[in-house]
């Protein structure tokens, strides 16, 4: 049996990425049951504290998932006004890259981000005028 980008292991790679694979499945099972064991011991996993997300009788309830909903709304919609921006700019680098200037490939780092901060600013500005 052959692959293309690369060559089949043998037995001794076949049981070094066993070993490796073993090893760390066991050390995130550890980091995880350690991660686990401070929550409990932080009291983390009270019913008080998950109550008003997965019981729909608790009085916060209704607020805290409309509060939540409200968030992933306008998570999507800065995703979706900035989605755009990110395409034009996309295409105005390369553009610009392409035609031989690679002279703007330091200046559109920091353009970029000013651009979308200044997007997001905006869309913080028509969602909550």
Known sequence: MSAILYDTLG??????VAIGSAVAIAGLAVVGGLAVIRLVDAGQFQWQKWSP??????AQFATLWR?????????????A???PAMVILSITYGFLQNV???????MFA??????LYGLGQLLSWWRYR
Do not use: C, K, S
Not at 67 to 79: K, V
Not at 100 to 106: K, M
Not at 110 to 115: E, F, K
């Open 81 to 83: 006004f900035a989605y």
């Open 67 to 79: 509060f939540l909903a409200g968030g992933a709304l306008h998570t999507l919609e800065a995703a």
């Open 100 to 106: 031989g200037f690679p002279q703007v490939n330091w």
């Open 110 to 115: 920091g353009v970029d981000l000013m651009i």
């Open 11 to 16: 037995p001794i790679g076949r049981r070094r």
């Open 53 to 58: 997300i997965l019981n729909p009788a608790d």
